[in-house]
């Protein structure tokens, strides 16, 4: 009989329509019915993958061999969807359907759980996007154009005068292109906007507010699209949580997620009042990471410290257990000893001191910066002392400034190694690991209060519990092996066996 | 104008008089009023003012120029900080709901102070400027203005000497005014060339091929440098800054 053979042929008809790639936009969100087990399984699966790759992120350069190898074998083990496959191969396990299907409905999910706040949305978004890159760089081109025609960017191409014209500057501006792939190439003029990465870090012509993109560069313009609308979609998300969180089977799961990926930030203080102002010349040189000694030593030595080292240094002194009475007598006194006088100190300084701790303005408690943060964002130029000395320091001066705080060579070599390679918090951990005489830090380091916290620890002679509590907020790991995953699912998943 | 013939104690004196008879207030609401295109843009405008004994108050909004007119006459600001266009009028925002006052649109604006460049001039320091230090600052607006015109495209610049030690420059298209916080920042990396804190020795690295901005830059650069630095600096007839400058040579060329 035909019926079977033909009802089937348009059943994958249909499927191939939803989920024609391996990849998407995540424009429409899934409307079917499932189970609340497949809710609580595709979320914690997809959970797992951004982990991971927030992980690999940091210890290995995006889209290395290494980098790609290790997201690979996690694509594969947790049965998501990451290059065209040939239908026609014997497929084992959940088919290409079934996968693009759970990547599109773990992606809502866990929207519902990461728009609430600003934290969890930036985190969110920028795995989200890191998995959308890897993605889309795997594809083929011939797929990548049809990607691109199925989601609505097109932009114009130059014709053949123009690129003539501008070929030195096409040729000059642009990364690896050169003169033949100006001739081969289609040029694509895109608004400024739409390409902010290039702009920002001059990688490319920009003439009268528009940019000139090679198409093998159109990657940073499908991105940014990703991330926009992914923003915006977020930003809608969170309105209708109210009505999410009134589901009662719901609101469990949604919390959990959210806060398995929230290290602790040191927003809420803890201790305060234990420190006082005279323990804190001996304990930055014993306890503080070295971006905060270089600021408190330039303060004692200026007197002063430009705005962005006073937010790094203020919000830093706040988490390690500051108070405002505290934080203001600190800044003032020594302020006072320069060329600032009480009452312009009073006038001027004492107000976004305050500010720190949400006693003005918008009244939000400021979070003392990351590591990520003070490593990316707030970059230091002329008069600050602010930063991360890894990143930013000159390695002559960090050699010489490590020699003096009496690290090994052998041990300042191996530094000096991890920041050629980039990994600047690894860098920071290993001269934890020399200035404390240990062998392993056993933590991974993406907080400057959490060097200073863990360093305290050790000195009072605390033994280091490598298990964690289900309480306490699981705290990212820089993977050394395949080790750290497991503790992932160990701990997410005994998190739903409590429940 | 020398220093010594500004005195802060007699601005009570003064500001009245500058308030009535100088400041302009047609061109600044026909500026910020943007030809009534947008309802309710200068209506919803916040302005804040700087008093005297530094108090400081913010949300002030007006709904016509003579109203902006009586109100400056009256507090006889010593500064006045043009803020964004908000969704409601900033005189009014308490009386919103939470949530949906916000920030709608602003002009994108450059602030180039002169302290910024204390490591390379040695006339002046601080809030001290003079016509040799100067020059920075105009090498800067040419640079700025060329980049701002040609490459970004933007039209309307309004160029101003900031008061103190500085100027700004207010960029007021439309595509400009509605620029997210993102883009803004990716504007001000494009022109920035400069990276480091005091622990950086070489602030500036430049690889082959140069940017088209960074050619164009340099060829504004060149028509200063000479006398700037050479003759109003000095930076190679003393030792402590020619020693400065020989740390940037890369040591392969002094071999």
Redesign the interface.
Known sequence: MQFPSRRKRLINNAQEEMYGQPIQFYGQPPIENISLSEFETFAVERLKLLKTIENLGVSYVKQSEHYARKLESEFKNLHFPYREVDDRKVQTGPSEFEKRRKDHISHFILRLAYCQTEDLRRWFIQQEVDLFRFRFNELGSKQKLEFLHRNNLQYDTINVEEKKTLLD?L???SYAVSGITVEEQDFYKVP??DA??L????KV??????VYIPHQDIITIVINDFRTRLSKALALTARSLPIVHSDERLQPLLNHLSHAYVGQDYSIQKNVGKISLEQIDSLSGKSFPLCMK?LHQ?LRENHHLRHGGRMQYGLFLKGIGLSLEQALQFWRSEFIRGKVDADKFD?QYAYSIRHMFGKEGRRADYTPYSCMKVILSN?????????C?FR???P???KQKLQVYKVSPSGINQILELVKGMHYQLACQKYFELTHNVEDANFSLNHPNQYFVESQRLLSGGVREPKREPETPHKTKAPSAAVEVPEVIEDLDSFFQDA | MPVSDYDQASLPDLLPLYYRRLFPFAQYYRWLHYGGVHKNYFQNREFSFTLKDDIYVRYQSFTTQSELEKEMQKMNPYKIDIGAVYSHRPNQHNTVKSGSFQALEKELVFDIDMTDYDDVRSCCSAADICSKCWTLMTIAIRILDRALREDFGFQHLLWVYSGRRGIHCWVCDEAARKLSVTARSAVAEYLSLVKGGEETLKKVILSDPIHPFIKESLLVVERYFTRYALHDQEILSRKETLDKVLALVPEDILL
């Open positions: 500057k040729v000059s501006s400024f906007q902010l990465d702009v920002r870090t001059r012509y920009l003439k009268a507010g528009y270089q330039s006038k970059m230091p130029s002329q008069g600050d002392y602010h930063g000395p930013h320091s000159d002559e001066l960090l």
